[in-house]
């Protein structure tokens, strides 16, 4: 078996263990490969959320792919950026007058919530990062003056409440969002033309210059299927969904149980 060129590991149900946190194994691994092997973390994580993990990987100077590729940052420099526009947040919001779900905004670096509440408090506890308390009418209005938009909008409540704006957006803007079940709790919300497969070729493009039959990706959910079956090879760890598993090359161990680094370890 050749060696992959390149490595691209999603990060949440994939890279971190029990504790939602890099392993001292999954550290040396990575560490071990990272100068010779690019590693590249691909999450639907904002920047702020990835980039304490980097540090703990030393592998700083690599590129990030950010909110499902979204967002690709090379060099700290944002190299490609697709947001969702801001009419379709206020219709959203407008739906959600009476707030039965709570409502998170991102744009790069800033998460913006309307208060900070059960959800909020557990997003920022999973993800090491503080968002900013603002009002989503604000938001919109300030992003519709700036001519920008949401990386991702994360939906978050009694899964009775998440079903019903699902159905909402599912049956309003079918045609331009991607709309990702992370949890029966959860919508993560990215634009329709984007995926972790448009960004790994775009920096296989761009920047490696390597074919993505040399890469290799770890994976576990349904925004990791098609990463997982374009690239050479495909690992999926043993907690994936079941159609991850399916198509995957290669089934290593479960997040929890240091996956990602016992395939490295016993392939790379």
Known sequence: MNL???VFSDIDGTLLNAERELSDFTISEIKRIKDTIPVILISSRMPSAMKHL???LDISNSPLICYNGGLVIVNNQVIHSTFIEPDIISELDHFNEDKSFHISLYHNDDWF?????????????NTKVIPVVKPTRDVINDWTLHNIGAHKIMCM????YIDKAFNFLENNFSNKLHLYRSKPTYIEIAHKSISKLTAIELLLDTHYKISISEAVAFGDNYNDIAMIKAVGTGVAVANAKPETLKI???????????????????NI
């Open 4 to 6: 992959p060129s390149i």
């Open 54 to 56: 980097q540090e703990e």
């Open 157 to 160: 409540g009694d899964e009775k």
């Open 248 to 266: 995957a090359d290669v089934v290593t161990l479960s997040g929890k149980e240091d996956g990602v680094a016992t395939y490295i370890k016993n």
């Open 113 to 125: 919530v309307p208060e900070m509440d059960f959800w909020a408090n557990r997003e920022a506890q």
